[in-house]
């Protein structure tokens, strides 16, 4: 087995023979992780329970009034952004309603230009000086919290009026102490494969309220549903 993948399995030997109890181990090892999963999701939801009702509260206003969603991170955090724009753009069933929002990880010509042209930094920052207007909300995703590009698109997010609210791993890290992160929603755990699991759960119940609170708002401005 290789080197970089012993921490997922430490008690798989490279000349492992003993087929039965390798599968009673890799069993045993599901059922762990899946269990600390579960325990990690239950404790983050149980935690964040009032503060998800305030971020959704903020957010249902915004989008009432015609805000859209921008949502970015980068590496697994990307994936969670696009599906974060497809739950509020493309809603499972009725009666949710679909909602304004936008990936800004999707255009890969975008993307890779501003990557290229001006640096790596600045993907997610010049997005939102080309799309993001005052009452829209910048929604980031990170395991660290350290990333720099997330940093620099909530300084400029908050710059220009934006609700800005940050989804993070471990101790929160640069995020949860940003004065330009208005939210920020901390899964705390030591594992990088735990955490996006708690922040899938996270996103899931912040959509369900922001539903919820749209609902009890009434009509929605007129507001296209891809930001």
């Given at each position: 087995m290789s080197d970089a993948t012993d921490f997922l399995y430490p008690f798989i030997e490279g000349d492992e023979t003993d087929s039965a109890t390798l599968l009673v181990d890799l069993s045993r090892s599901a059922r762990e992780k899946w269990g600390e999963s579960g325990q990690l999701r239950e404790r983050t939801l149980s935690g964040?329970?009032?503060?998800?009702?305030?971020?959704?509260?903020?957010?249902a206003e915004r989008f009432a009034a015609g805000g859209r969603l921008f949502a970015f991170g980068n590496g697994g955090?990307?994936?969670?952004?696009?599906?974060?724009?497809?739950?509020?753009?493309?809603?499972p069933a009725p009666p949710a309603r679909p909602l304004a929002a936008r990936s800004l990880v999707e255009d890969h010509a975008v993307i890779t230009a501003l990557g290229n042209d001006i640096g790596f930094d600045n993907?997610?920052?010049?997005?939102?000086?080309?799309h993001g207007h005052e009452g829209d909300i910048?929604?980031?995703?990170?395991?660290?919290?350290?990333?720099?590009?997330?940093?620099?698109?909530f300084t400029e997010a908050k710059r220009r009026g934006m609700l800005t609210v940050g989804l993070s791993?471990?101790?929160?890290?640069?995020?949860?102490?940003?004065?330009?992160?208005?939210?920020?929603?901390?899964?705390?755990?030591?594992?990088v494969h735990r955490i996006q699991e708690a922040q899938a759960s996270l996103t899931h119940a912040l959509w369900e309220a922001v539903q919820a609170a749209v609902d009890d708002l009434g009509e929605l401005s007129e507001a296209p549903a891809s930001a």
């Open positions: 964040s329970a009032e503060e998800i009702r305030v971020i959704a509260a903020a957010m955090s990307a994936t969670d952004a696009d599906g974060v724009a497809q739950l509020y753009t493309q809603p993907v997610f920052s010049r997005q939102l000086i080309a910048a929604m980031g995703f990170s395991t660290s919290g350290n990333s720099e590009n997330l940093i620099m698109a791993g471990y101790e929160g890290g640069r995020m949860a102490a940003a004065p330009s992160v208005d939210h920020c929603l901390v899964a705390r755990s030591q594992s």
